[in-house]
């Protein structure tokens, strides 16, 4: 069973850094996209980045130059590198993968993580 679990979440001072990980577990034979979300209180969810196959990336307006979205095939892992940190991307966020696996192609999300930018 496909299973996407996230990590690295956690209160950070405004201007600071975190890196989340997203790793993929389970009969995994290919991972086509994956992507980063997050949820603040009392909004809509919004895609933050996507990696796809051949790293092609995309940022939303709002986290350009500040984010990178990277993922080690290998390792079925994706990351999320967050610098110059705002107290508005205070959220819930959460991975998403596009794979195939012995149970065939599928779209698999992550529990969230929390992270709060606050001085």
């Known amino acids: 069973q496909v299973q996407l679990v996230e990590s690295g979440g956690g209160l950070v001072q405004p201007g600071g850094s975190l890196r989340l990980s997203c790793a993929a577990s389970?009969?995994?034979?290919?991972?086509?996209?994956m992507g980063w979300y997050r949820q603040a209180p009392g909004k809509q969810r919004e895609l933050v980045a996507t990696?796809?196959?051949?790293?092609?990336?995309n940022y939303a307006d709002s986290v350009k130059g500040r984010f990178t979205i990277s993922r080690d095939n290998a390792k079925s892992t994706g990351y999320l590198q967050m610098d110059n940190l705002k107290p508005e991307d205070t959220a819930v966020y959460s991975c998403?993968?596009?794979?195939?696996?012995?149970?065939?192609?599928?779209?698999?999300w992550g529990q969230g993580t929390q992270v709060t930018v606050s001085s």
């Open positions: 998403n993968a596009l794979l195939s696996s012995s149970d065939g192609v599928g779209n698999y």
């Open positions: 990696i796809t196959t051949g790293d092609t990336t």
């Open positions: 389970g009969r995994i034979i290919s991972i086509y996209a």
